[in-house]
């Protein structure tokens, strides 16, 4: 089945651990996103990646990292230096000449 | 700043009325619109999609848009209690030529669909 994995489901993060999300897709697609949900907010944009070996910052990149090495994988770390880190992550993806996004199951991040 | 407006709701329908969620944005370059549900705890699913003023029907969801007003809503007709979830608006804006296409999200609209 074609589609998006993201793991962990459930993540629980020390202060001052840098912990890293993983999102996977063999749907072939070139634009790859994270998004970040906050309770009872919308969905606010991290980093984008148009294309293998490259990705811009969104709204609220301050205190994440990404690497885009291989079409199918665009992990997101979330550093010591984002001093808000629980919420609902989200990882999506848009199909050559659609707008829609396709989005994975979500990783849920706690601090402990 | 390009945003993205909803009530937050709860919008509370009885079972089998017409629930309608409404929303703006402030990017007269706006060109596409879409409609997300989420269910408590789970991914966002798009629901409609829309990109010309006037409606667009599919089932029971109609989506409206007017440009001219940046205006979108969403109409859902014999409203059912699975109906029951968060409505995400989100708009695109490509930006032209070379520009990654971004979707911008509301906040979402709770919708409650009672027996």
């Known amino acids: 089945d074609g589609g998006i994995t993201q793991s962990p489901k459930y993540l629980f993060r020390k202060e001052g651990q840098n912990v890293t999300l993983s999102c996977e897709q063999n749907?072939?697609?070139?634009?790859m996103y994270w998004y970040r949900q906050d309770p009872g907010q919308g969905l606010r944009l991290i980093y984008y990646s148009q294309i293998v070996n490259d990705f811009q910052k969104g709204d609220i990149a301050e205190g994440y990292s990404v690497s885009r090495e291989k079409k199918e994988s665009f992990p997101l770390t979330v550093t010591s230096a984002q001093k808000n880190p629980t919420a609902f992550y989200l990882c999506?993806?848009?199909?050559?000449?659609?707008?829609?996004?396709?989005f994975g199951s979500g990783t849920r991040l706690t601090v402990v | 700043q390009k945003e993205v407006e909803q009530n937050s709701g709860p919008l509370s329908v009885p079972e089998g009325a017409i629930a309608s969620l409404n929303c703006t944005y402030s990017?007269?370059?706006?060109?596409?619109f879409f409609w997300y549900r989420q269910y408590s705890g789970k991914s966002p699913e798009l629901i409609m999609s829309i990109y010309s003023n006037g409606d667009k029907e599919d089932g029971r969801f109609t989506a409206q848009l007017n440009k001219a007003s940046q205006y979108v809503s969403l109409l859902i007709r014999d409203s059912q209690p699975s109906d029951s979830a968060t409505y995400l608006c989100?708009?695109?804006?490509?930006?032209?030529?070379?520009?990654?296409?971004?979707?911008?999200f509301g906040t979402g609209t709770r919708l409650q669909v009672t027996l």
């Open positions: 999506a993806t848009r199909e050559p000449g659609e707008e829609s996004y396709t």
């Open positions: 749907l072939n697609h070139d634009a």
């Open positions: 990017d007269r370059g706006s060109q596409s």
């Open positions: 989100a708009v695109d804006w490509a930006g032209g030529t070379g520009t990654a296409s971004k979707l911008t």
